[in-house]
């Protein structure tokens, strides 16, 4: 039973960073209606510029944190007008095969940059963690989990009750009808890529301490941020969120008790099985083209 | 059906036999496996031109999903390792013969790639990329892990190759001629009908369905292909350097694939080629880059955003669409006869009977409890407001929504439950209002995918029958002599008319029209009229959804008309119109 519980805690704050990207997803293909396959290597590259600032410059934590966060603010600019706006008025195939293009070029180019020698990033706090009764709560995944819900309120105050907010979502809907209305939607789908990307490196720097920095960590995630997108269903930033937790506890509790170099598989079994079986995931999906 | 090139006909020739048309390509593909068979090369040219080869077979599968279906496959290394693999431990571990190993690490990839993208080919292209993007990633776990197997990270060597290929250089020969066999086949594949289902599919899947194509076995088999070239490449592969490891197969290598296809031009097995020459060598001629790890993938995925955003048709592409623009008008389209249309007459006297048909979108009932019987040989329309539930109705009886409530009988044959390849099999031709045609074929090959319908009587066999029936119907519009045109070069009206010539290629027993004079001029309109008369003087029976009245009243000899998805009246045109309750509808009341 302690095991489970400790377990639990962990699958939750691991899927809280799958949930974190898995949002990041959802808010670019509900603007764009793309899925950005280069969304993990944002987690990536927020997590090598903490590594650049705070360890080989020696900054402080926090400094060197709000510095990678405004550096991805800038790097969602430049992969917008990079990869996405050029390709926006193509079908969905190019602009896919063109994030999937950013996506090598980024974790190759950190790779010729960097080597493959996995890096390591200290966590937030100077305590490690604390026990309470059975389980053992780790600092890090506490602040992750902190982070996650806080974010989650951030979304929903930030896209319910501000102007801003419901202009995303306008456009989002109907991108000429917005534009009729005198939303720049050019300047919407670049707020977007932005925040996405502040997200994504948001994730990729909590989980840092907790995993390696290493140029796989952005595939991998983005993997698993697609998959719980899927559970929850498609596009739907309920359903990123709770996807997201779920995958983490599945496949935490699935390394436990079955196999742990499998580890990384259980996603993808999970994944084919909502595909055959439920394929507009746990909260539906908005289909069909129309004729 | 065609001659030199996979997008536009030439009929000219076509009267003589396929194998004299295509001898040039064989005597190339001799004298190309003589010369690899002769000529003495180093150990270090046989290797690129062994990689060369088998990758380039590799890369014909993702020219048949990509370039051909419009899918995406991103586990093609996957693929290639099955077939790796199962030559490698089939003949290293297991001792058996070689031939029996590649044979049977395809029929494994073939099950693998058709299950795989059974699975996921019903949803979107996102769901197929990460999908195969996890497979790879599943599969390259499995070869590192699964030591019992695959001897994990070691690798298989001892791969042994069969007994009448032993010298690398016969090898060689023997794979050069099986990448022209293989070439051949993926070069002819546009010109047979599961090449043209599967770029009509890559086109518009919803005309493609409508069209008498069943979109997700297409979609399957294009994948299944796909596949099935990546694990014989992979066979071959593993024969060649009789050692493989897993990193040999991992994802990299399958964005390799990708950029190699892209790079030379996704629509064509020369331009995978070209593709993949060029990232074998260039690699090797700049092998300092290869010492700082990553740099390499690095370039190429920033080829990979150049080429999509710069050269979205690869090096082949470029250099071949000029030319077919050239072709296309030299080339004379042959002349056609006169259009017969024999529409079925299994059933009664109505050909379509409609019976409490209701379509609810959640708790709007767009369609709600409509009845219509469309009676055998007559023009029918169907009218009511913007918002009555037209277009939806005849959605549900194409099949591309299915009905909440209600029967639609077409013929004798009860179709409410079938796919919309099924109904037209069972008789029934639709045009869109949005036009819907295959954008990037001719009008010929638009029309042919129409006239190859199941159960279409009208044509006789082979690939001739095909064209001249397409050409009847061109013609029959008025569109004959610009058959070879692409699509992009007719005005609206024109492809309207194309839409149509599709339709009626198919020889349906019941043409649903849906807006049809919808943007049309003046003059348009006229033609249009008379296209319908000359239409319905053959017998077949239409069923008309239009805007402009006096169309409707002109053509139709019976009227139903909807209202907030109701009908609210129906019978002869005239006193249908005249109905206190169509006035007002249309014109509201006092």
Not at chain 1, 132 to 138: A, E, K, N, S, W
Not at chain 2, 16 to 44: N, S
Not at chain 2, 290 to 315: E, Q, T
């Amino acid at each position: 039973m302690d095991l489970v519980l400790q377990l639990l805690f962990t699958g939750i704050g691991i899927g809280a960073v799958y949930a974190l990207v898995a949002l990041g997803f959802v808010l670019i293909f509900r603007a764009t209606n793309v899925v950005n396959f280069a969304q993990g290597e944002f987690s990536m590259v927020a997590a090598y510029l903490m590594v650049v600032f705070s360890v080989d410059l020696g900054w402080p934590y926090w400094l060197s944190f709000l510095i990678a966060l405004a550096g991805m603010a800038l790097f969602g600019v430049i992969f917008n007008l990079g990869v996405y706006y050029p390709l926006r008025h193509r079908t969905y195939l190019p602009v896919i095969i063109a994030t999937i293009g950013a996506s090598i070029l980024l974790s190759n180019s950190v790779l010729a940059i960097y080597g493959p020698q996995p890096q390591v990033l200290q966590g937030w706090f100077d305590t490690p963690g604390i026990q309470l009764g059975p389980v053992y709560l780790d600092s890090q995944y506490l602040l992750i989990i902190g982070v996650t819900i806080l974010l989650v309120l951030f979304n929903f105050w930030f896209f319910e009750r501000t102007l801003l907010g419901k202009k995303l979502q306008a456009t989002s809907q109907d991108k000429e009808m917005a534009s009729l209305l005198g939303i720049s939607v050019s300047t919407m789908i670049m707020i977007t890529f932005i925040y996405s990307a502040v997200l994504g490196g948001l994730a990729g720097i909590l989980v840092a301490p907790v995993l390696f920095v290493s140029i796989q960590m952005g595939s991998t995630i983005a993997l698993k941020a697609f998959a719980a997108t899927i559970i929850g269903g498609f596009g739907d930033v309920a359903g990123a969120i709770v996807g997201g937790l779920a995958l983490g506890v599945i496949e935490t509790f699935g390394a436990a008790y079955i196999s742990v170099p499998y580890k990384d598989g259980f996603a993808f079994l999970v994944l084919i099985a909502f595909l055959v079986f439920r394929p507009q995931g746990i909260f539906g999906e908005r289909v069909a083209e129309k004729a | 059906m065609s001659a030199s090139d996979n997008m536009i006909p030439a009929p000219a020739v076509r009267s003589k036999p396929l194998i004299i048309r295509h001898l040039p390509y064989f005597i190339g593909a001799a004298a190309l496996v003589a010369l690899a068979a002769g000529m003495q090369f180093d150990g270090y040219i046989l290797n690129i031109l062994l990689q060369a080869t088998t990758f380039s077979i590799a890369v014909f599968g993702l020219s048949v999903v990509l370039g051909l279906c419009g899918q995406i496959n991103l586990a093609q290394a996957a693929f290639f390792g099955f077939g790796a693999y199962a030559v490698g431990l089939g003949t290293a571990d297991l001792h058996l013969n070689f031939w029996l190993c590649l044979v049977g690490g395809c029929a494994i990839t073939l099950v693998a790639g058709a299950v795989l993208g059974m699975s996921t080919l019903r949803l979107g292209g996102h769901y197929l990329a990460m999908v195969t993007i996890s497979f790879q990633q599943i599969v390259t776990l499995v070869m590192i892990n699964a030591i019992w197997l695959t001897h994990g990270p070691d690798g298989v060597a001892n791969i042994r190759r069969p007994e009448l290929f032993q010298s690398s250089q016969s090898y060689l020969a023997f794979c050069v001629a099986m990448l022209a066999i293989v070439g051949y086949l993926v070069w002819h594949l546009p010109d047979t009908k599961l090449g043209r289902a599967m770029r009509a599919v890559r086109d518009n899947e919803l005309a493609a369905g409508v069209n008498g194509i069943d979109v997700f076995r297409t979609k399957v088999s294009a994948f299944g292909l796909c596949a099935l070239l990546g694990g014989l490449a992979g066979g071959l592969f593993a024969g060649g350097f009789a050692y493989v490891s897993p990193d040999q197969f991992s994802f990299a290598e399958s964005i390799q694939f990708l950029t190699m296809s892209l790079l030379g031009g996704v629509a064509s097995p020369i331009g995978s080629v070209i593709g993949t020459g060029l990232l074998i060598l260039i690699p090797e001629w700049l092998r300092f880059l290869k010492s700082v790890p990553g740099l390499y993938l690095a370039i190429y995925g920033l080829s990979v955003i150049l080429i999509i955003r710069f050269m979205p048709d690869g090096i082949w592409g470029f250099v071949s669409d000029a030319f077919t623009r050239w072709r296309a008008h030299t080339n004379a389209p042959p002349v056609a006869g006169a259009l017969l249309l024999r529409p079925a007459t299994t059933g009664g006297d109505i050909v379509l009977e409609v019976t409490g048909l209701s379509k609810h979108f959640g708790g709007l009932k767009a369609v709600d409890g409509v009845d219509i019987a469309v009676k055998r040989g007559s023009v029918h329309a169907l009218i009511g407001p913007n918002g009555s539930g037209k277009t939806t109705t005849l959605n549900v009886l194409s099949g591309l929504y299915k009905a909440t409530a209600g029967k639609i009988v077409l013929d004798g044959t009860d179709i409410t439950s079938m796919a919309p390849h099924q109904r037209t099999a069972a008789g029934l031709g639709r045009t869109f209002q949005n036009i819907r045609l295959f954008r990037s074929m001719t009008a010929l090959e638009n029309v042919e995918i129409g006239a190859e319908r199941p159960g279409n009587t009208m044509i006789g066999k082979g690939d001739d029958a095909l064209t001249e029936r397409a050409m009847e119907a061109l013609t029959f519009v008025g569109l004959g002599n610009r058959a070879n045109e692409l699509i992009s070069s007719f005005s609206y009206g024109h492809q309207r008319l194309i839409e149509i010539a599709r339709a009626l290629a198919s020889n349906p027993t019941l043409l649903l029209l849906d807006e049809p004079a919808a943007g049309l001029n003046s003059t348009e309109k006229l033609e249009l009229h008379e296209l319908l008369k000359r239409i319905a003087a053959q017998g077949l029976t239409i069923l008309i959804i239009d805007h402009d009245m006096t169309l409707v009243s002109e053509a139709a000899q019976h009227i139903t008309v909807l209202n907030f998805g109701r009908r609210i009246a129906d019978g002869e045109s005239m006193a249908v119109l005249r109905h206190p309750d169509v006035v007002s509808a249309y014109l509201g009341s006092e």
